[in-house]
């Protein structure tokens, strides 16, 4: 999702299609690309292993997530099999309803550019480790792939609601939590695929885990530059259809 002028986003956006995708060219990564890759990938599976919850662990597991950036078709061919999802290629960060209108038809924008190895551990834009691995795997999962299509159909009929619904998404898809039997465990994109911020929705005595309530998420707001101090907790995933069905207010 974009709200920023497209002169102060990094992507390239001169060849995108009108609905905002434009190719991987897998072959164009370079051996520093492919660096970045293995490490963040080794880095981030380990503490998955240990925190992340089983769905998403799966989801790394039938997609088969390698040591080299993924090629999108050769995904797709694993995935949609699975749940009908897609993934797709953007530029970036996309408007709202180009976003949403995407995930109502089940395909998920992923970004092409990945990170500078100077960048691992933040940068201020979503790039291709955090939205492939942070949020692909649970799209294998039918209950979380059926929820983010429910989410996008929402999307596509808010109007001017749309704000109350980018906090659904803020603390469910990029910052969730989920009690397992095996304990606390995240499942959020922005969790996962940052080592900081792992640590602290999990481990931090100081932040706010809260149980999990659409309207009460909805009208709580967020910032986006810093690690966060309040993140949700879900007893279970069908509670996120609950969430997308709810009367916005």
């Known amino acids: 999702m974009n709200k920023a002028p497209l002169e102060n986003l990094r992507g390239d956006y ?8 434009v190719p991987q060219h897998v072959d164009l ?62 530029p970036g960060l996309i408007p709202d309803a180009v976003f949403y209108d995407h995930l109502a038809h089940r395909r998920f924008p992923v970004t092409v550019w990945i990170r500078s190895r100077a960048e691992l551990d933040y940068l201020v834009e979503p790039d291709l480790f955090h939205d492939f691995f942070g949020h692909v795997p649970l799209l294998s999962d039918p209950v979380f792939a059926d929820y983010m299509q429910a989410y996008g159909q929402r999307g596509v009929e808010a109007g001017s609601k749309i704000d109350l619904l980018a906090r659904l998404y803020w603390y469910t898809v990029e910052f969730g939590l989920i009690r397992t039997p095996k304990g606390l465990k995240a499942y959020g994109a922005g969790i996962l695929s940052s080592a900081a911020e792992v640590k602290h929705a999990l481990e931090d005595k100081d932040v706010e885990r809260l149980p999990f309530e659409a309207m009460t998420v909805m009208l709580r707001p967020y910032e986006i530059d810093k690690l966060q101090n309040t993140y949700f907790v879900l007893d279970d995933f069908h509670q996120l259809f609950e969430a997308a069905q709810t009367r916005l207010a």
């Open 14 to 21: 001169a060849g995108m299609a009108p609905d905002w995708t």
């Open 29 to 90: 990564y370079s051996d520093e690309d492919q660096a970045v890759w293995r490490l963040l990938l080794e880095r981030q599976t380990g503490l998955a292993r240990a925190h992340a919850c089983d769905e998403f662990l799966q989801g790394l597991r039938t997609l088969g997530i390698g040591d080299s950036i993924p090629d999108f078709e050769s995904v797709n061919a694993r995935l949609e099999p699975l749940t009908g999802w897609r993934i797709v290629g953007v």
